[in-house]
């Protein structure tokens, strides 16, 4: 079985879409329900926080220097770790108080592509966009309560993503060209009640690892969609998997406090904390995004 350990007893609310930087040799992530920004470095345990006045649900590294910030109305750039957030692009949900940018990742191409979630369960109106480099912004696909785990295969002919809600795994063709999708499918059903898939990531082979909300584990899957490997963590709410170190053989996976009894806070102590294990096959490196 494979062995985990404990990166950073983060005690986080809702920590959430963790991303490596190469050449920092950081650990990016995020506090969504604190409005933070972290920065980890896992060689000598610091992690740095900066809070932000809206919370920022998933992020990208830019090819010039600093990030994107899918935040609560739109997105935002900064030039870097202390820099002032920018607007960038329509500012789509302003007005929407139900409605926040989730989780999202940047294609080969260098587009960023987000989802957005009703935080209130209210309507399925949460979508899939895409962001191109000019600040263009396009919805893709709705319908959705809460709209996850995007990522690409290495060579971005194919995607996936999750409306959690419905613990089915989607699979699409994409165009690396013009960033179209086709052909949608379901990679994997989850069973109701075993956990629903929430943040993800791909290998270099094209075999999706993926970490289940109330299921208390992440699991890789092959491109046919069988499980195919699994990791058992020792809390009950994992979010997001994501790989870093020099050689991608890292695993980094993110977990949440958020609407955990004070029993099951007793019995899950390490709820929020970010684990870490090996993988045999690395992870796809990170694609700055090119705006």
Known sequence: MTQWDVALDARATLGEGPRWHHGEARLYWVDIARNELHRFDPVSGRDECRAFEAPIGCFAFRAGGGLLLAMKDGFATIAGWDAQPMPFGEQIFAGRPDIRFNDGRTDPAGRFWAGSVNMAKSAQDAALYRLDPDGGISEIEG??????????????????????????????AADPASGALSGRSILHQFPMGEGRPDGGSVDIEGYYWTALFDGGRVVRLSPTGEIVAEVPLPVKRPTMIAFGGADMRTAYVTTARAGLSESELAEQPLSGAIFRFTVDVPGVAETPFAG
């Open 143 to 172: 319908g959705m309560l809460t709209c996850n785990g995007a990522a690409f295969t290495a060579d971005g002919a194919t995607f996936f993503h999750t409306d959690t809600p419905s613990h089915a795994l989607r699979r699409y």
